[in-house]
């Protein structure tokens, strides 16, 4: 999945064209990449990553809920095979 990506899925719904296919995707990559720069944030920062003071913390927190909220990635990739006949 590549980041433009997010730029098809608002464009067919901007057209009104259905786009669960895309929308999965499009779930699946943010959901996966926010984690991701979290985790790697808090890698850089270190200990300090861990602290209340940069917020990164909270951020990781709210990446990893946001995961389950919007469906984990299982299912996302489950409707995506779904979606390609897979």
Same mark, same amino acid.
């Given at each position: #999945? @590549?980041?433009?990506? %997010?730029? %098809? #899925?608002?464009?067919? @719904?901007?057209?009104?064209?259905?786009?669960?296919? =895309?929308?999965?995707? +499009?779930?699946?990559?943010?959901?996966?990449?926010? %984690?991701?720069?979290?985790?790697?944030?808090?890698?850089?920062?270190?200990?300090?990553?861990?602290?209340?003071?940069? /917020?990164?913390?909270? /951020?990781?927190?709210?990446?990893?809920?946001? @995961?389950?909220?919007?469906? +984990?990635? =299982?299912?996302?990739? +489950? %409707?995506?095979?779904?979606?390609?006949?897979?």
């Amino acid at each position: #999945m @590549k980041p433009n990506s %997010v730029h %098809v #899925m608002a464009w067919m @719904k901007k057209q009104r064209k259905i786009a669960f296919l =895309e929308a999965a995707m +499009t779930n699946l990559f943010i959901s996966e990449a926010w %984690v991701e720069l979290c985790i790697k944030a808090m890698e850089v920062h270190g200990g300090n990553g861990y602290m209340t003071e940069l /917020e990164i913390e909270r /951020e990781l927190r709210d990446a990893m809920g946001s @995961k389950f909220y919007s469906g +984990t990635s =299982e299912i996302q990739r +489950t %409707v995506i095979a779904k979606f390609m006949g897979v």
